[in-house]
């Protein structure tokens, strides 16, 4: 146990809609990175925070859109959905410190 | 174009068989990372290697770190159905930015 919790699992959901995905990083780490991981393309960065604050963002779509609350969860939002956004999204976090990353089991989303 | 990239992509192989897997790069990396995903989980970090010419052990695995910081191998020496899983190699891109990814070697070690 990676002490990293994503919720949902799985998530099925139609085109055009809208969905959030929810994570918790381990107690006391301050960074929270999102990635997306499909079979061709591999895990891609999505956005990180550090402490509410974006720091960083990786190949994320306008349609998407994170954010890190005060008590450090954090929420990635995908709207307007299409069928290529069905993927695994990652979720990680780490003591602010990059070389230790810790992941959360994922969340599996399918538009169909 | 990837940063990262993992040879070879896929590998089966027989328990006992040794075998070792290459992650390669035009770009210095400050440290790199491996990890192991299993189905239906998330990357579990295996190891850190930082410093150029380092070999690090852990049981049957052993990590290496090429002298220039621009590559990095994983040898397994005889396998186990356990160590059956997707193995990743991962750096910060510059500084202490968020890590990149290579696409994996998928290793299956047959009984």
């Known amino acids: 146990d990676s002490g990293v919790t994503q919720t949902p699992k799985h998530l099925i959901t139609a085109t055009g809609q809208r969905v959030t995905l929810r994570c918790s990083p381990r107690s006391g780490d301050l960074s929270v990175y999102w990635y997306q991981q499909s079979l061709d393309q591999g895990l891609q960065f999505l956005i990180h925070?550090?402490?509410?604050?974006?720091?960083a963002k990786g190949n994320i779509l306008e349609r998407f859109s994170a954010q890190q609350f005060p008590d450090l969860h954090s929420e990635l939002n995908l709207s307007s959905l299409e069928l290529g956004d069905s993927a695994l999204y990652f979720c990680a976090s780490s003591d602010g410190t990059v070389t230790e990353a810790f992941f959360g089991q994922g969340t599996r989303l399918t538009v169909v | 174009t990837q940063l990262l990239e993992q040879s070879p992509q896929f590998l089966s192989i027989q328990e006992g068989e040794n075998l070792t897997v290459y992650c390669n790069s035009s770009?210095?990396?400050?440290?790199l990372q491996w990890y192991r995903q299993e189905p239906g989980e998330g990357p579990v970090l295996l190891v850190t290697?930082?410093?150029?010419?380092e070999v690090k052990k852990l049981k049957r695995l052993t990590f290496q770190f090429g002298d220039a910081r621009k590559d990095s191998s994983l040898h397994i020496t005889a396998a186990q159905p356990g160590d059956t899983g997707l193995y990743l190699c991962?750096?910060?891109?510059?500084?202490?930015?968020?890590?990149?990814f290579g696409k994996g070697t998928r290793l299956s070690v047959i009984a």
């Open positions: 925070y550090y402490n509410g604050e974006e720091r």
């Open positions: 770009s210095v990396f400050s440290s």
């Open positions: 991962a750096g910060p891109r510059s500084g202490n930015t968020p890590l990149v």
């Open positions: 290697v930082v410093t150029g010419g």
